[in-house]
């Protein structure tokens, strides 16, 4: 009945969970919600008057499909300034969100044969994405024990002749994990005269906790500019999830393809929202640091109360704002099977919220933001190891 694409895309395992989770709430019931993929911050007051003084100025219109020039001008100065690399209006757009800048880039570069690597526990949507190309997603796994690093010899040994295009997050979601400049350099390295693409995935971009080096469009663009896509997101830097705002840096006959494909579906993104991502890129960044100061505050107090229970296995994230624990010492194929299981169990009998690692696709891990109040961070972890303490061995094989 429906189209054969269709079947082609999996909708998230997780979704059971964080829709009882949204009932219960709705019912009154205090459940604690390590949900969100989204800051719990609002948005700058400086951003939300440019959108307001774009309303009173009228600026209510269809704009450029591609984004307002200076819109465009604004995400190249971003990052010439952040990262020292040189882009044209003419290379850049605007979309709705990363999600589309990175759907675009897919749709343009990815179809039928060809082979597109990606990295899992990872963001699914960058595989659903590469499903709907109607291309092969090639999965490499990191794992915790590595610090979920990426390394370029995992990736390389992956590439076929059939390798069209390598897609690459980080900060990664859930894992919180950055990919070094050395391995980015021998990936780039390696596959920059073999005509394949590399799509790099920064919506985390801003959200590193430590000072280190994470100059990996720099890197890229040293390398291999003709076939790098960079797409960004204002979404969790500048707490602006809802305005849907993303951009794409990459060749202009990319960018020109994309803005075709655009064109015939969505248009421009919202103009009031341009002006205030024009007023977020432009503006002054302390609201990001000051954001990125109070995640970090959490991300430690966070770890160092789960770390009371040494069942679960920590690694502290670089970035991004989710930490992703180890909970595969609670499982056993008679009591707790899989972490849907133990989110659900989690749900039912201590009321909290978290997204199991099958949403990753990463059984036997979880994902808890910590993008939420430190009262609630407390609240969520205190409930967490008190129903860990009540999953002794024996229990959690009864269950
Ligand atoms: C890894 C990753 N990339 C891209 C996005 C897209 O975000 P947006 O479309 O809001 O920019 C998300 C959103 O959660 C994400 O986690």
């Not at 939300?48 to 309303?55: L, R, S």
């Not at 797409?231 to 994309?258: D, E, V």
């Not at 069942?311 to 099977?337: M, T, W």
Request: aromatic content about 8%; hydrophobic content about 40%; charged content about 20%.
């Amino acid at each position: 009945m429906l189209a054969d694409r269709t079947n082609r895309i999996a909708t998230s395992p997780t979704m059971k969970v964080a829709a009882e989770a949204l009932r219960l709430k709705a019912q009154g019931v205090d459940v604690v919600d390590f949900g969100a993929g989204e800051p719990d911050f609002p948005t700058p007051q400086h951003i939300g008057d440019a959108a307001k003084a774009a309303i009173d100025a009228h600026f209510t219109k269809y704009t450029t499909n591609s984004g307002t020039e200076e819109l465009k001008r604004a995400v190249c100065d971003r990052y010439r300034t952040d990262y020292g690399v040189e882009y044209k209006t003419s290379e850049v757009i605007i979309s709705a969100g990363g999600k589309q800048a990175l759907f675009n880039a897919a749709m343009c570069l990815f179809g039928p044969g060809d082979e597109v690597i990606t990295h899992m526990p990872g963001w699914p949507t960058l595989v659903e994405q590469i499903k709907l190309a109607e291309a092969t997603p090639v999965i490499v796994r990191t794992h915790a024990e590595d610090g979920f690093r990426l390394r370029a010899d995992t990736i390389i040994a992956a590439i076929t002749p059939r390798t069209r295009g390598i897609v690459l997050n980080s900060p990664g979601n859930p894992t919180g994990a950055l990919m070094d400049e050395t391995e980015m350099a021998a990936l780039a390295d390696a596959v920059a005269s073999r005509g394949i693409w590399i799509v790099l995935d920064l919506c985390y971009e801003k959200l590193i906790y430590d000072q280190v080096a994470h100059n990996l469009p720099r890197v890229l663009v040293e390398r291999m500019r003709d076939r790098t896509v960079l797409c960004g997101s204002a979404s969790k830097a500048y707490a602006m999830t809802g305005w849907r705002c993303g951009f794409a840096l990459a060749p202009a006959a990319l960018i020109s393809a994309c803005n075709a494909l655009q064109s015939h579906s969505t248009s421009n993104v919202c103009s009031i929202t341009q002006k205030a991502v024009t007023a977020a890129l432009n503006g002054p960044q302390e609201c990001v640091t000051e954001m990125l100061d109070e995640y970090r505050v959490r991300r430690d107090q966070l770890c160092e109360w789960l770390a009371a229970e040494p069942r679960f296995k920590l690694v502290k994230p670089a970035g991004a704002f989710y930490l992703f624990p180890d909970a595969s010492e609670f499982l056993s194929p008679d009591g707790i099977r899989t972490t849907a299981d133990l989110a659900q169990a989690l749900l039912d009998e201590a009321r909290v919220a978290i997204t199991p690692g099958e949403a990753f696709d990463s059984p036997g891990s979880f994902r808890l933001s910590y993008a939420t109040s430190m009262q609630q961070l407390q609240e969520g972890a205190e409930r967490i190891l008190r129903f860990a303490e009540s999953l002794q061995p024996s229990r959690a094989a009864a269950l």
